[in-house]
């Protein structure tokens, strides 16, 4: 066996048992009871019956909505909360300094609506995230009124019309300080499709739904879209003062908010986002954006990342195509057969994403390509943070 093979060999088993572990064990506390992270089981509306709810209308829900330039999806939005069957509903819109008509919409929309109210949000402090900033005014203007409980929502997403109302229940009966829900993205185009599945895959590999919902782990994770939470959490110290300079406001939320209780997340098709990724450079601009903070800003860590990445979705592929050329020998069949099986067990993996989202099976095959972008994505947000200074997020630099 020559010393070239002997490498790629012990490569494959490396990627194999990786994907192993990622198929059946990565997640899980409980191999017997707990789900595994990929299979998308975890679904708010498989939780709570949609019989299940609350007969009366005591307990008060603010809105919070952080908006910078957001004309084609606030009004939305808006419709949507204004439509619950659910009624004792307030909404904050915080304006964070719009240039397009998002303010004149709230506007508009507030003489059908009284129970809107518009804040023309402060200039940004130095230090401060500007959607932070956006989130700590609206619950200081919150903590005013005394609610019992806030949705932090973006202003893309819309909720079905028995949502608020089961998710109040949900709250009250499993005894939880916060239900995050992570909303639907679009999964129309091309670029969409490709894209959009692996981002929700990765995010569940990063932050498997199992751990989070427990109460013994310290995993903790929401999806910034829709973060339902008890308002006394708020009451003496606005937690927003306390992650005022992260990108990645939702997770680090998150992680407060279960130091005081039990928290939850899942996924949902209640909750969808209408804001659409036509091309390759917006899906890039919005992974980007976040995706070095995510590894703390760390060049060992984004070398260990891309490592990682590489090794498991990209060898397989360039392990199988190599073989074509080896001789047919035992070790050509190892090699073929183990990467040959980590294939497989990629495809595997994605497939109940993909059926979540209704995207056709034959992307699946295309998720060392999605992986090959991701990398790229992670990358470039290293390099502008370190040459440019930060990215550019709706005309911030961070």
């Given at each position: 066996?020559s010393?070239?093979?002997?490498?790629?060999?012990?490569?494959s088993y490396?990627?194999f048992?990786?994907?192993?572990y990622?198929?059946f064990?990565?997640?899980?506390?409980?191999?017997?009871?707990?789900?595994?992270?990929?299979?998308?089981?975890?679904?708010?509306e498989e939780?709570v019956?949609g019989?299940q709810r609350?007969d009366n209308?005591s307990d008060s829900?603010?809105?919070?909505?952080?908006?910078?330039?957001e004309e084609k999806?606030?009004?939305?939005?808006?419709?949507s909360?204004?439509n619950?069957?659910?009624?004792n509903?307030?909404v904050?819109?915080?304006?964070?300094?719009?240039?397009?008509?998002?303010?004149?919409?709230?506007?508009?929309f507030?003489?059908?609506f009284?129970k809107v109210?518009l804040?023309?949000g402060?200039?940004?402090?130095?230090?401060?995230v500007?959607?932070?900033?956006a989130?700590?005014?609206?619950?200081?203007a919150?903590?005013?009124?005394k609610?019992?409980?806030?949705?932090f929502?973006?202003s893309?997403?819309?909720?079905?019309?028995?949502l608020?109302?089961?998710?109040?229940?949900?709250?009250?009966t499993?005894?939880?300080?916060?239900i995050?829900l992570m909303?639907?993205?679009?999964?129309?185009?091309?670029?969409?499709?490709?894209?959009i599945?692996?981002?929700?895959?990765?995010f569940q590999k990063?932050?498997?739904f199992?751990?989070v919902?427990?109460?013994?782990?310290?995993?903790?994770?929401?999806?910034?879209?829709?973060i339902?939470?008890?308002?006394s959490?708020?009451?003496?110290?606005?937690?927003y003062?306390?992650?005022?300079?992260?990108?990645?406001?939702?997770?680090?939320?998150a992680?407060?908010l279960?130091?005081?209780?039990?928290?939850?997340?899942?996924?949902?098709?209640?909750?969808?986002s209408?804001?659409?990724?036509?091309?390759l450079k917006?899906?890039w601009?919005m992974v980007s954006?976040?995706?070095?903070?995510?590894?703390?800003?760390?060049?060992?860590?984004?070398f260990i990342?891309?490592?990682?990445?590489?090794l498991?979705?990209?060898t397989p592929i360039?392990?199988?195509?190599l073989?074509?050329?080896?001789k047919f020998?035992?070790?050509?069949?190892?090699l073929?057969f183990?990467n040959?099986?980590?294939?497989?067990?990629?495809l595997?993996?994605i497939?109940?994403t993909?059926?979540?989202y209704?995207?056709e099976?034959?992307?699946?095959?295309?998720l060392?390509?999605?992986a090959?972008?991701y990398?790229?994505?992670?990358?470039?947000?290293a390099?502008?943070y370190?040459?440019?200074?930060?990215n550019?997020?709706?005309g911030?630099?961070?």
């Open positions: 066996m010393k070239v093979v002997e490498f790629l060999l012990n490569i490396l990627v048992a990786s994907w192993v990622l198929i064990i990565h997640g899980r506390h409980e191999l017997i009871n707990d789900d595994l992270f990929w299979s998308n089981k975890i679904i708010f939780k019956p019989n609350i209308n829900v603010c809105v919070i909505i952080p908006a910078r330039n999806t606030i009004k939305k939005t808006l419709d909360i204004k619950q069957n659910y009624k509903i307030n904050i819109v915080v304006d964070d300094h719009s240039s397009d008509k998002t303010s004149e919409i709230v506007k508009m507030k003489k059908s009284k109210e804040i023309t402060k200039d940004l402090p130095s230090g401060w500007g959607k932070t900033w989130l700590k005014q609206g619950v200081d919150a903590n005013k009124k609610f019992d409980y806030y949705l929502l973006d893309d997403i819309s909720l079905s019309q028995d608020l109302n089961n998710v109040i229940c949900f709250i009250k499993q005894n939880y300080i916060m995050s909303a639907k993205l679009n999964c129309d185009t091309f670029w969409e499709k490709l894209l599945p692996p981002f929700i895959f990765f990063m932050y498997p199992n751990l919902n427990k109460k013994t782990s310290s995993f903790a994770a929401a999806a910034g879209g829709f339902f939470c008890k308002a959490v708020f009451n003496n110290d606005n937690l003062n306390k992650i005022k300079n992260k990108l990645i406001d939702d997770c680090n939320i992680k407060l279960k130091q005081t209780g039990n928290i939850w997340l899942g996924l949902t098709k209640k909750v969808e209408g804001r659409s990724y036509n091309d917006s899906i601009r954006r976040t995706a070095f903070e995510q590894l703390k800003h760390s060049f060992l860590l984004l990342c891309v490592l990682g990445l590489a498991i979705y990209l360039f392990i199988l195509v073989s074509i050329f080896l020998d035992k070790e050509f069949f190892h073929f183990l040959f099986s980590s294939f497989g067990m990629m595997i993996i497939m109940p993909l059926n979540f209704k995207v099976k034959v992307f699946a095959l295309a060392p390509l999605s090959t972008l990398i790229c994505m992670t990358v470039t947000s390099l502008n370190k040459l440019l200074n930060g550019i997020w709706k911030r630099k961070y």
